[in-house]
T-cell receptor, first 115, second 116 residues
Framework: KNEVEQSPQNLTAQEGEFITINCSYS?????LHWLQQHPGGGIVSLFM???GKKKHGRLIATINIQEKHSSLHITASHPRDSAVYIC?????????????????FGKGTKLSVKP | EAGVAQSPRYKIIEKRQSVAFWCNPI?????LYWYQQILGQGPKLLIQ????????DSQLPKDRFSAERLKGVDSTLKIQPAKLEDSAVYLC??????????????FGPGTRLTVT
């Protein structure tokens, strides 16, 4: 079982729809990233959060530490939101000894928004 | 603020050839990471530097991959000789200072390597 699981793997939506991508993890964490990767390969960090909720424009990220779950929401989706969205967690340093708590990545959710 | 720069953006080589990638992190960032991302998978950490010292290279295939970060700024990642399975996107990222808890990572545009 992967330590970071995302759902769904693929998502197709119509422009304007409200979108939710989920991330569950099984390890202790100090923070969680939501990342966006466009077909060219580059990754953009959307959010890093360790509690509660963050909002930036049409994007909202929430995290529930007790339930080990985070969600990324996109309101009023647009074709330019089409990308792969990746959840990545930062483990506490103690869990991984000398590894310094490197990111553990989910496999990503491929979102396609149709006009 | 300039982001993480990588070059080249794309590279096609034949197996058994050598290749090198370059990364310039965000100015002042002490921690630098190289990731390998095979199509359809999440990124895999190859090596992490703190300034010019290696923190973690446990997943770096040291028989063919090498990386350095002289002077604690720019970094190069080399593959010699390349294999078909090395075809991937190589991502560089940096963070302000992981040792001080400043671990939000900023990613470069990546280098897409195709080995034929």
């Amino acid at each position: 079982k992967n330590e970071v699981e995302q759902s769904p793997q693929n998502l197709t939506a119509q422009e304007g729809e409200f979108i939710t991508i989920n991330c569950s993890y099984s390890v202790g964490i100090s923070a969680l990233h939501w990342l966006q990767q466009h077909p060219g390969g580059g990754i953009v960090s959307l959010f890093m959060l360790s509690s509660g909720k963050k909002k930036h424009g049409r994007l909202i990220a929430t995290i529930n530490i007790q339930e080990k779950h985070s969600s990324l929401h996109i309101t009023a989706s647009h074709p330019r939101d089409s990308a792969v969205y990746i959840c990545a967690v930062v483990p506490p340093i103690d869990d991984y000894g000398g590894s310094q708590g490197n990111l553990i990545f989910g496999k990503g959710t491929k979102l396609s928004v149709k006009p | 603020e300039a982001g993480v720069a990588q070059s080249p953006r794309y590279k096609i080589i034949e197996k058994r050839q050598s290749v090198a990638f370059w990364c310039n992190p965000i100015s002042g960032h002490a921690t630098l990471y190289w990731y390998q991302q095979i199509l359809g998978q999440g990124p895999k950490l190859l090596i992490q530097f703190q300034n010019n010292g290696v923190v973690d290279d446990s997943q770096l295939p040291k028989d063919r991959f090498s990386a350095e970060r002289l002077k604690g700024v720019d970094s190069t990642l080399k593959i010699q000789p390349a294999k078909l399975e090395d075809s991937a996107v190589y991502l560089c990222a940096s963070s302000l200072d992981f040792d001080r808890g400043l671990y939000e990572q900023y990613f470069g545009p990546g280098t897409r390597l195709t080995v034929t």
